[in-house]
């Protein structure tokens, strides 16, 4: 049987590679590379919305990058000479997708963890520019260690020298919610701190990735949304800028079942909630999906 693409199955496995996969993603409208600095499969979020199967962790925490390096340039060679497109199930995708969108460190874990951050930061950046590909080189995060001096140095690089973005998590406008949605006894006042810190130092290279959902029936309060957006605006108000808030729902199978997605029409009235709030003039982009 031909194997096919399924826009929700984002498994993190690309033949035999052991950190690089491949997606062709819906929402971007092309090929998404993932860089997986988590094979452990260890976590500082225990998020009920994940994916991710922890019930089989195991692995090395340390990275060998001279691997995920191979591994990389290897994918950059299929994608350069196009034979990318003869393999399943990317002969599958359409040809409009059949492009490199985004490159992102999302993997099975908070990528910032990785006691070797910097230097795979550092590695990838040189081989997208050696290969001169005009992509956008992502961070996906939950912010938990921006204020760390490692981490700090780490985002100075990955923002300044390669343009990379950051894509922070804020799912909650207060503590409570904060920590049932994302599954963690992590201070909500440092994630907020450390998404502002991002937001100043970094103009214009923060993304907010907002992932709201049911409990069975249960969906975030009126007052929770509103709380959420004015931490939102707070940052603006704090001299940082923010080029996108994604608010979106569960697309694919949770660790949690009563874990649900809402409605297109409650994700959109959560983007108004917000919409209203920003100051005249705000380029700031807010974007729902469903």
């Known amino acids: 049987m031909k194997q096919e693409l399924n826009f929700t199955d984002h498994r993190r496995k690309l033949h035999s590679n052991k950190y690089i996969y491949a997606v062709v993603s819906r929402r971007s409208q092309g090929l998404s590379i993932g860089i997986n600095l988590n094979i452990d499969k260890i976590c500082n979020f225990d998020c009920p919305y994940c994916q991710v199967d922890r019930s089989n962790k195991g692995g090395e925490r340390n990275v060998d990058i001279d691997t995920l390096l191979l591994e990389l340039q290897h994918l950059f060679e299929l994608i350069t000479s196009g034979n990318l497109w003869d393999i399943a199930p990317f002969d599958t995708a359409k040809k409009e997708f059949r492009r490199i969108n985004d490159i992102a460190f999302a993997g099975d874990g908070e990528p910032t963890t990785c006691p070797q951050f910097e230097e795979v930061v550092i590695g990838v950046g040189k081989m997208i520019q050696k290969y001169n590909f005009d992509v956008r080189y992502h961070l996906l995060t939950n912010a938990t260690l921006f204020h760390t001096k490692r981490i700090q140095s780490s985002l100075d690089v990955f923002c300044n020298d390669y343009q990379g973005e950051i894509w922070a998590k804020l799912d909650a ?79 694919r199978k949770p660790s949690d079942k009563s874990v649900l997605p809402l409605e297109k029409k409650f994700l959109e009235r959560i983007g108004d909630v917000l919409r209203s709030k920003l100051p005249i003039n705000c380029k700031l982009k807010v974007e729902v999906y469903a």
């Open 173 to 251: 406008g207060s503590e409570a919610w904060f920590q049932r949605v994302d599954g963690t006894k992590f201070p909500f006042q440092r994630i907020l701190n450390n998404i502002e810190l991002a937001a100043v130092r970094y103009q214009n290279q923060m993304v907010l990735q907002c992932m709201f959902h049911k409990f069975e029936d249960e969906v975030p309060s009126e007052a929770e949304i509103d709380l959420w957006a004015n931490r939102i605006v707070f940052v603006l108000e704090r001299g940082g800028e923010i080029r996108l808030v994604q608010v979106y729902t569960v697309a």
